[in-house]
């Protein structure tokens, strides 16, 4: 069982692996391509979910091996902070490394797993699978609802 607000106690590496993964908010952000302008650092979000995302759970489907089947997928867990930086700023893990709460939306603070979806935080309804985009139109679905 999770203690009441751990999130506000603990580090993320002081966390158990079930409150770890229970920070995940399930807005599936993470699981979107992303580019990075090599000459800024900027990294621009696309509409474009992963091969391994459930657009309707918005879950991946192959979660305990996602980064051997997606070699870019980055796995967190004892992640340096710069990692972070690829996550949204909605992400709860980049918004604890950053000294920010979790937001009034996140489940854990409202209660309710849908909280996330009803504030217009996921990625619900709005993604197209990697499989349905030729490389070459990659640039063009750069969105800016992510950050």
Known sequence: MLATRFWETKSLSEMTDEEWEALCDGCGRCCLRKLEDEDTGEIYYTDIACRLFDIGRCRCRGYAERTKLVPDCIALRNAPPAAFRWMP????YRRLTEG???AEWHPLVSGDPDSVHRAGISVRGRVVREQDVPE???????VDWPR
């Open 89 to 92: 700023s909605t992400c709860a």
């Open 100 to 102: 920010r709460g979790l």
């Open 136 to 142: 070459s139109e990659v640039e063009e679905r750069i």
